[in-house]
């Protein structure tokens, strides 16, 4: 049977590394090394300045969607027929992709008409959305201009 030798206090410190693991034999415990260099430099500073640009990017996507609560029916319309097709907040947390005809949506979906909120009219018909086409009998789909 093979003994081993016991390190003892005053020996010298050693530690072993092993997959980011510094073993230190003195003390008998495992520490985990942990390089706190992430934000330090120039490389944590040019991650940190491309985090804060693309999160200045989502506020002011988010920022461009128009609100439609607050248009006219007939000024939603003529925004719609302008763009032919935009994304349009609803609600508050809400919004809907709305399209002026069904080439504007892509391959596989078709229109269903979409109504609205909007500031004179409960109920505004501001065009159309795209939803699945579950049609399995069009037999004249070959047909349809896309």
Sequence with gaps: MRR???????????DAR????AVSARLGILEKE???NLFGGKKGIAVLAGLLAYLALVAA???QRADVRGFT???????????RAAVLST???TYDRFVIHEHYCPIGLTTKPA??????KQACKIGYTCVVDTD???RWWWLRRR
């Design 115 to 120: 109504w609205v909120q909007t500031s004179d």
């Design 4 to 14: 081993h030798r016991k390190l003892d206090a005053s020996a010298a410190h050693f």
């Design 34 to 36: 942990m390089d706190m």
């Design 18 to 21: 092993y997959a980011g693991f």
């Design 73 to 83: 029916c007939k000024e939603a319309r003529a925004m719609l027929v302008e763009k």
């Design 136 to 138: 399995d009998d069009d």
């Design 91 to 93: 609600g508050p947390n």
């Design 61 to 63: 996507a988010q920022a």
